[in-house]
């Protein structure tokens, strides 16, 4: 058993880490937050029916992560520090941005790919602005009917 005052250390620890943990979940990406990083997986979650739909979801997770891996490093895009195959994308946590931006501001950034333009996809790296979420593969439909339920 832990002597007390290591116990109180332990628990202070485990404290800090919790307060400084988030998961954000997108469509085909699952974004967990600790510490300095903010580190991209593919979603689990079924988009479509059964299998077929958690397959999708995490196809195209792994491919909007190695989209985002061949676009790092262009002006406006937040770096990536490390990917493993599209499994796994390392980034520097940014601060997020929590207002609309004018069309301006978003030309600003400076990336002029087909992005998609709301607060929670910018954030602060150093000062600037830039593009958190820029994956380039997301130019067709959904092979499923998850986006309209109406067609069922």
Not at 5 to 29: C, K, N, P, S, Y
Not at 59 to 69: D, F, T, W
Not at 113 to 139: C, E, I, S
């Amino acid at each position: 058993m832990l002597e007390p005052h290591r116990l109180a250390r332990w628990r202070r620890a485990a404290q800090e880490v919790a307060d400084d943990l988030a998961v954000r979940r997108g469509i085909t990406r699952t974004v967990v937050l600790v510490g300095p990083w903010a580190i991209k997986l593919p979603s689990l979650r079924a988009h479509g029916e059964g299998l077929a739909g958690v397959l999708w979801s995490i196809s195209r997770g792994i491919l909007a992560n190695q989209s985002e891996r061949d676009w790092s490093g262009q002006p406006g895009l937040c770096p990536l520090r490390w990917s493993f195959a599209g499994l796994v994308n390392v980034y520097p946590r940014c601060e997020p941005v929590d207002r609309e931006l004018t069309d301006d501001e978003y030309a600003a950034i400076g990336f002029a790919g087909p992005v998609d333009k709301k607060p929670p996809n910018v954030g602060v790296l150093a000062g600037r602005m830039v593009w958190l979420d820029y994956d380039q593969n997301w130019n067709d439909q959904p092979p499923c009917r998850h986006a309209d339920r109406s067609r069922a």
